[in-house]
């Protein structure tokens, strides 16, 4: 009977050394896939997706151009410059009242706007505006551009008025007397929006008759109107100041 070892196959003596050749490759080929300095996982760097093309603070171009803090281009539109009078005086719009109107119609409600601004350069010319559109804003753009065309020029003494003065304009009355320096403007409404826009800093007004918005301005525009100062009432009455005197 043969026997049992003898009858086992003979090792291949080559079959160790190729295992040793794989287990010394595999540390290479960890060490090789490891990212080393400045190499990022993947293969990739600094240099390629990094900073220098579409990262960093320049993205989508140079600053102003879409990129770093100033995103969406080189701005916004330009601002639109304030209006001015024939002299090249800056002009003060005030919003002095809005009202709405509404218009039932099939399917629901049709809105309109009016607005009344009154404008002035602060150095003694000011004038008003009636504008009505579908929209607040343009309403207010209509009634400004009515205000700037129709300033009129008025008397004042200083930073107040000459002297005391009643007007009325349909329902509305207004009495304006001058204030010494420091009092301020004492009125409201529209009366201060017509004394703030034309320059007038120390006054005592008084709104005495109806409440409507657009008289009462309108009545405040004609008693400034009739301020005289006393050059031009020796003027009319044919007499020189120094003989007054």
Not at 17 to 35: G, L, R, W, Y
Not at 102 to 112: I, P, Y
Not at 211 to 224: D, F, Q, S
Request: hydrophobic share 35%; aromatic share 4%.
């Amino acid at each position: 009977m043969a026997n049992n070892e003898d009858s086992k196959p003979a090792e291949t003596p080559a079959a160790k050394p190729a295992e040793a050749t794989s287990a010394a490759a595999t540390p290479a080929a960890d060490a090789a896939a490891k990212p080393t300095g400045d190499q990022k996982p993947g293969g990739f760097n600094n240099n390629r997706g990094g900073d220098n093309r579409g990262g960093g603070n320049n993205r989508g171009g140079a600053p102003g151009q879409g990129g770093g803090n100033q995103r969406g281009g080189f701005g916004g539109r330009p601002r639109e410059a304030a209006p001015t009078d024939s002299e090249g005086n800056e002009l003060t719009e005030k919003v002095v009242f809005i009202n709405r109107c509404s218009k039932v119609v099939k399917g629901g409600r049709r809105f309109s706007f009016s607005a009344l601004v009154v404008s002035g350069n602060e150095k003694g010319s000011v004038g008003l505006g009636f504008g009505k559109a579908n929209e607040v804003a343009e309403c207010i753009k209509k009634a400004s551009g009515i205000a700037n065309k129709s300033l009129e020029k008025v008397c004042l003494n200083g930073p107040t008025i000459p002297h005391e003065v009643y007007a009325e304009f349909g329902g509305g009355k207004v009495l304006l007397k001058p204030a010494s320096p420091g009092t301020g403007v004492i009125a409201g409404g529209g009366v201060r929006a017509v004394c703030e826009a034309v320059g007038i800093h120390d006054v005592l007004a008084k709104s005495i008759g109806s409440n409507n918005h657009a008289n009462v301005v309108k009545a405040t525009i004609k008693a400034l109107s009739m301020l005289r100062n006393k050059e031009e009432v020796f003027a009319l009455r044919g007499k020189k100041q120094e003989k007054s005197l």
